[in-house]
């Protein structure tokens, strides 16, 4: 069951950071929104949680740095008038 919830975040986790990719390629959102910026953080997040879990510590790091960006990105955003 374990296994199944992990591999269920994994993939939702990629559908939200293609998602992301999509709505900015095709200019429906801004690269400074914090949905596009969301989109990103929680995809890799998930990403991040499955990729642990199976051992796969390349893209675990990737989406590490992929939602420290989006965080950064959002705190930025936040903290601009």
């Given at each position: ?15 939200l950071v293609i ?63």
């Amino acid at each position: 069951m374990t296994a199944l919830l992990l591999d269920g975040a994994g993939w939702i986790g990629a559908v939200l950071v293609i998602i992301a990719y999509a709505l900015i390629s095709f200019h429906r959102l801004s690269a400074t929104s914090v949905l596009y910026q969301g989109l990103n953080i929680v995809g890799s997040i998930l990403l991040i949680i499955n990729t642990a879990w199976h051992a796969a510590w390349p893209s675990a790091a990737v989406n590490v740095v992929w939602a420290a960006i989006g965080l950064a990105a959002v705190t930025r955003r936040s903290a601009t008038p």
